[in-house]
């Protein structure tokens, strides 16, 4: 065995044994040929890209397959869909449900804003703490899909609302959790799109979600955009959906960097 496959192997055992990192990059096949290490917990991962692109898909799949493989649990937000339909959609992809990854369906807010809005965040913090503090350690990641859905609920200047993100996402982190954050942009590749402005600034990690278009034909792709402390590819990678869920496989096409 050559050195360099020999130095890979014994790296990634360390990851396994290693408390400071969750296996995350196991649960998409393919997705551990774009990362040579794994996520650290508490970091706060967005999840961007246009519609159609997978987001939650990919995320939901994550986070399943990732507590199906470990005595540890995770709470899943959604504001878009009801949970009946968001398990309807995840099944029509193939993706299993895990009984350790708790749907919170905030979607009905929608419908009620008006009484809502002014304390929708205070509400997640307080049903991501009252779960956190029910399970204790054994509650490790979340997700919210998504933040558009959260924005248009809130009657806030946008300064204000970068202060409470940020607070929102600090008290996650204090928390040990791994958060997820899912954004729907305009179009897939301009990082700096968004709509407080600060969401790329206070993520530690962003993966991109795309469309790539060239004649009649579409893929959808996946990239990382930055990871911090993590090594990882910085190619699209093609994403697929198949009959056990998304799957990632290198990709031969190019896509902008940025469109400013």
Known sequence: ?????????IHLLECYICDDNMRFID?????NEVFETDI????VILVKGAAGTLKSGFTFQMLSNYLNSTDEYGLYITLEQSRENHLKNMESMGISVSK????????????QYDDFSDDLIDLLQENIIDFKNKLGDKCTCVALDSL????????????NLRKRLYRFLEILRREN?????????????NIEHSVTGTECFLADGII??????????????L?????????????????????NGLKVYKGTFNVPVNLS
């Not at 650290?40 to 970091?43: A, E, L």
């Not at 959790?177 to 590749?189: A, K, P």
């Open 1 to 9: 065995m050559c050195l360099k496959n020999k130095a890979k192997i």
């Open 27 to 31: 649960t998409i096949d393919g997705l």
């Open 40 to 43: 650290p917990k508490n970091f």
């Open 100 to 111: 350790r990854l708790h749907i919170s369906d905030f979607s009905d807010y929608r419908v």
């Open 148 to 159: 558009g859905a959260l924005y248009s609920l809130l009657d806030t200047e946008q300064m």
């Open 177 to 189: 959790l791994t958060t997820f954050l899912i954004l729907e942009t305009e179009n897939d590749y």
């Open 208 to 221: 991109e979600l795309g469309m790539h278009f060239q004649g009649n034909s579409a893929n959808r792709y």
């Open 223 to 243: 990239r990382v955009r930055k990871m911090r402390a993590t090594a990882h590819s910085m190619e699209p990678w093609i994403v697929i959906v198949s009959e």
